[in-house]
């Protein structure tokens, strides 16, 4: 690895940010300390039943260690990305659903928000489908995603009577706000679990 290290620093390619060390889930098992954290002896006994190094020179207990996974690279490479593609990055990722949930939250959050700007029945069908799509291509469901979303924001706004449609404009009725936030919510529990579904079938 300090090998392939050196190669790769010695490359000097420009969009390198980092080089990272890892393994994937299958080799990420804990592994012993090659010597005493505390003391620096290399006379260690090593218990692999309870995953605990014994240093024969000063007596500390060590656990052993789990080296970085793939999810550190996942992370870092995220954390680097520009803001415009960081959703389209974590909605193509299929390793981390933690990651997926985090940006599905942010995206409900930020809908929850931008309603307080609302005044008219289109803008507010326009943001729930926004909304709907983009939890949809979250969990990789691009094909008919929109127009999924597009149907249910329809069919919510189709009953606006004239007194939803003032209280709308004078946000008098924090009512919509919180069924359309609802929608959001269990949308993405049903686009999900389908997630879940096609992984585990495909696994």
């Known amino acids: 690895l300090d090998q392939l290290t050196a190669v790769l620093k010695a490359m000097e390619l420009p969009n390198c940010v980092g080089i990272l060390e890892c393994a994937t889930s299958k080799y990420a098992k804990p592994l012993p300390p090659d010597c005493c954290p505390n003391c620096k002896s290399e006379d260690i006994v090593a218990f692999n039943r309870t995953k605990v190094v014994l240093c024969q020179q000063c007596g500390q207990e060590t656990p052993y260690f789990v080296p970085p996974n793939l999810n550190t690279v996942l992370q870092a490479t995220f954390e680097v990305l520009p803001s415009i593609a960081k959703e389209a990055f974590v909605a193509a990722q299929r390793l981390s659903f933690q990651m997926k949930d985090e940006q599905a939250k942010k995206i409900i959050l930020e809908f929850y928000e931008e309603k307080n700007i609302v005044f008219t029945p289109q803008r ?10 983009r939890l949809s291509l979250i969990w990789e469901f691009r094909e008919h995603g929109h127009l999924c979303a597009e149907n249910v924001a329809k069919g ?5 009577s004239l007194r939803d449609r003032v209280f709308l404009f004078v946000h008098k009725n924090k009512l919509h706000k919180y069924r359309a936030t609802a929608i959001g919510i269990i949308w993405n529990y049903s686009v999900r679990e389908l997630a879940k579904i096609v992984l585990e079938e495909a696994a």
Do not use: D, R
């Open 124 to 133: 507010l069908l326009h943001l729930i489908a926004k909304m709907l799509t």
């Open 156 to 160: 919510m706004l189709g009953n606006f």
